[in-house]
């Protein structure tokens, strides 16, 4: 491969490169499947098809490194090795997907493909810090493989750019490593990787920081190694005696870890809890891991004291992703703290090779569906016989399928529900802006307002000033924002436009000096076939009805009431003396309050008036006094949501006999005699009473609020139908 494609610095660590990756595919890569790559590698590069990215990072020489990489921190499959090989020829079209797939196969295809789509996203550099990125990236691999690529192929290009020149590169890199990829290798339980990339991280964007932790911790070094081989040894000698086998390793925490804690802690690193840590694994058989665990730790804390506090028992109940271990931390010699860990190697295997580990330790959000998923990992690797990687391919990350990730223009991003239309994407963006929207422009194309978003879509909304929501668009709309605002501006367009046609139907009968009769204009929009008046408004602003017509059929009406009225007098001049209602309750039997408390003194609420029957609450108010409220009172949810700790469990007694108070709105025509009938009504109905009444008159109808005692519910709501059985009587309600 000895090309101008490499300078001489390449050329002097390619041919190692190469040797130490065929040892490491050895039994995972056939001679033949290397003889193929090779071929099509040199091809490609002799074609120029290998072009050094705009950092003048080389591509060959990078995916040698990731393919190395992935042997060294992962158990491979040959697809992924020769995915990685093969990428970059077909991310610049050397290789179309088609011949990858008759000359390599579907799966080979498919790692590629979910590899290519993931590039998409570094031109929008917009969306790569929002946490919506991380699950884009989930959805777009369409193999959990293609993102353990990703990961390593980060590690990879984080050893390379270490002393690269262009500092804001580096940083940009370390910053979307640490915030990105390594939170991403935690979840997957790959610690190694993840150690590396925040430990590099922290390098690239804090260097004198981390230089500063390498020096101090390597000028202890020996003396920290001499401590943790002097603490290890008696533990070592009691764990023989007692005739367990077992490994014990000592480690010092990673730079970033203890930087973390220094920021945490507030101190200096000799002051830092728990920066020595040993580990012990045992052998031992699955029926006896527990009680060789505990026998470990009781021979521990006989010999250092042990911090309570700091103790965490994952054997007698495992973390719910599969983590199980014994972490304890002793005092130990020169009064400082050790972290011991206590596992046997089943255990190890799982937590430190395992996709499923703990990946929500210490800080890393979780998610449940991601949790599910990753256990469902974690259960497949430890069935697996034929190696993990090989049953792994054929799981789709299908962890976020009910959301779409789009961009805009500019790359910032927007996360909608799955099945979500150009115009839920404009509505998202601003309700002006879904209200004036024609269509949308997705990845350059023009598309429909119903047009089905898909992940990793960029959109463009097109609009126009003369466009107007429509009530045919909740039909493909599935987002609540753009349902509730189609039917907030259609419903506000009728009223303006029913305004509109009520004043050009006044201004008409005004010339031909009639004076509209609200009472008589209702029987002509009812005889007209309309259900309401806003629906008839709009259609003479329409010009769907003729005016005229209007006139001819209001004039019918209107000499057709006046030769049955007889002569109409006011309901506004109905009168009666109004009566004070008491809402002072203090019978023992009506009401229970609390834990079957009663003969409480209570009193009922003014604005919603409860009556017997109704589903009622106490609210211990300021003063003290209990007042009763009904659950749909107007200020039930007000109450609730501010005063949760005042309110008392009420209910109705068995035993009932009081009064209620109860207010009645009715609306009706213009006509003293339907009050009489609507009083002569409630006179004669037993356990009623009509305590007060006005009456407001307007436009040939009237308004009227009656104040009622009543004993319950079933009685208001049987004096109501009577009402609504009066001739004139439009409307009943029990107003709050």
């Not at 353990?148 to 192929?153: L, T």
């Not at 000698?237 to 490994?247: A, T, V």
């Not at 430890?382 to 399928?401: C, F, H, S, V």
């Not at 079957?596 to 009922?604: E, P, V």
Request: net charge positive.
């Amino acid at each position: 491969m000895e090309n101008k494609h490499f300078n001489q610095a390449e050329r002097s660590v390619l041919l190692p490169l190469c040797r130490r990756l065929l040892r490491a595919v050895n039994g995972i890569v056939t001679s033949n499947d290397i003889t193929r790559v090779r071929n099509i590698i040199v091809e490609g590069i002799n074609e120029n098809h290998y072009q050094r990215d705009r950092y003048g990072i080389n591509p060959t020489i990078h995916n040698i490194e990731t393919a190395l990489l992935l042997c060294e921190k992962i158990s491979p499959d040959r697809n992924m090795i020769i995915a990685i090989l093969l990428y970059d020829l077909c991310k610049t079209e050397f290789i179309p997907e088609h011949e990858i797939t008759k000359e390599w196969g579907d799966d080979i295809a498919k790692l590629i493909r979910g590899l290519l789509k993931v590039a998409t996203l570094y031109s929008k550099q917009a969306a790569v810090e929002s946490d919506n990125f991380r699950k884009l990236l989930l959805t777009f691999a369409e193999d959990i493989r293609v993102i353990i690529i990703m990961i390593v192929d980060r590690l990879a290009l984080m050893r390379t750019i270490n002393h690269h020149p262009n500092e804001k590169y580096v940083h940009d890199v370390a910053y979307e490593s640490n915030y990105l990829y390594a939170p991403l290798a935690h979840r997957l339980g790959l610690y190694a990787i993840k150690s590396e990339l925040e430990d590099m991280s922290l390098k690239y964007t804090n260097r004198e920081k981390y230089t500063q932790i390498a020096h101090q911790l390597n000028e202890t070094k020996i003396r920290r190694d001499a401590y943790i081989a002097d603490f290890i040894k008696p533990i070592k000698e009691k764990l023989e005696s007692e005739g367990l086998k077992f490994d014990i390793k000592g480690r010092t925490k990673s730079i970033y870890s203890i930087w973390n804690k220094m920021k945490k802690q507030n101190n200096e690193i000799e002051n830092i809890y728990d920066l020595f840590a040993i580990r012990i694994i045992i052998d031992a058989p699955l029926e006896r891991e527990k009680s060789d665990c505990w026998l470990a730790y009781s021979l521990i804390t006989d010999m250092y004291r042990p911090n309570p506090s700091r103790m965490k028992d994952w054997l007698s109940i495992p973390k719910s992703n599969g983590y199980e271990s014994l972490h304890i931390t002793v005092y130990g010699p020169e009064n400082k703290w050790v972290e011991v860990q206590i596992r046997t190697r089943r255990m190890d295997l799982i937590a430190e090779k395992g996709l499923a580990a703990h990946w929500r330790y210490k800080g890393i959000k979780s998610e449940s569906n991601l949790d599910a998923w990753m256990n469902n990992v974690r259960d497949i690797l430890e069935a697996a016989e034929t190696g993990p990687m090989e049953l792994m391919k054929n799981m789709k990350m299908d962890i976020y399928d009910k959301e779409v990730f789009v961009f805009t223009p500019k790359g910032d991003l927007y996360k909608l529900p799955l099945g979500a239309s150009v115009l839920d994407f404009a509505f998202n963006i601003h309700s002006k802006l879904g209200c004036s929207c024609t269509g949308g422009k997705v990845n350059g194309k023009n598309q429909k307002l119903n047009y089905k978003l898909k992940s990793g879509d960029t959109v463009e909304v097109l609009t126009s000033s003369t466009q107007t929501p429509k009530l045919d668009w909740l039909n493909f709309v599935v987002t609540s924002k753009a349902r509730n605002k189609i039917r907030q501006t259609v419903h506000e367009m009728n009223n303006r436009a029913a305004e509109l046609g009520k004043e050009l139907l006044q201004r008409r009968f005004k010339n031909r000096k009639i004076e509209i009769e609200e009472s008589v204009l209702m029987k002509v929009i009812k005889k007209l076939g309309f259900k309401t008046a806003t629906d008839f408004y709009d259609e003479v602003a329409k010009e769907s009805v003729d005016i005229n017509d209007i006139i001819v059929e209001y004039d019918a009406v209107e000499r057709k009431t006046d030769d049955t009225s007889g002569g109409i007098r006011s309901a506004g001049d109905f009168t009666l003396q109004p009566q004070p209602v008491d809402s002072e309750i203090k019978s023992e039997d009506i009401l229970i309050i609390g834990n079957n408390i009663k003969g409480i003194n209570y009193r009922l609420a003014r604005c919603c008036n409860p009556i017997y029957g109704d589903d009622v609450f106490g609210f211990i108010s300021a003063e003290g006094v209990i007042k009763i409220h009904r659950t749909d009172c107007p200020n039930a949810a007000n109450i609730r949501d501010k005063y949760p700790y005042r309110i008392i469990t009420t209910r109705w007694s068995g035993k009932f006999g009081e009064q209620f108070g109860a207010t009645l709105r009715i609306v009706g025509h213009d006509d003293i005699g339907i009050v009489t009938n609507i009083t002569s009504i409630i006179t004669k109905e037993k356990n009623v009473s009509l305590r007060n009444i006005s009456i407001d008159s307007n436009d040939g109808l009237f308004q009227g609020y009656l104040v009622v005692g009543v004993s319950d519910t079933l009685t208001l709501n049987n004096l109501i139908k009577k009402i609504k059985t009066v001739k004139g009587v439009k409307d009943v309600q029990r107003s709050k």
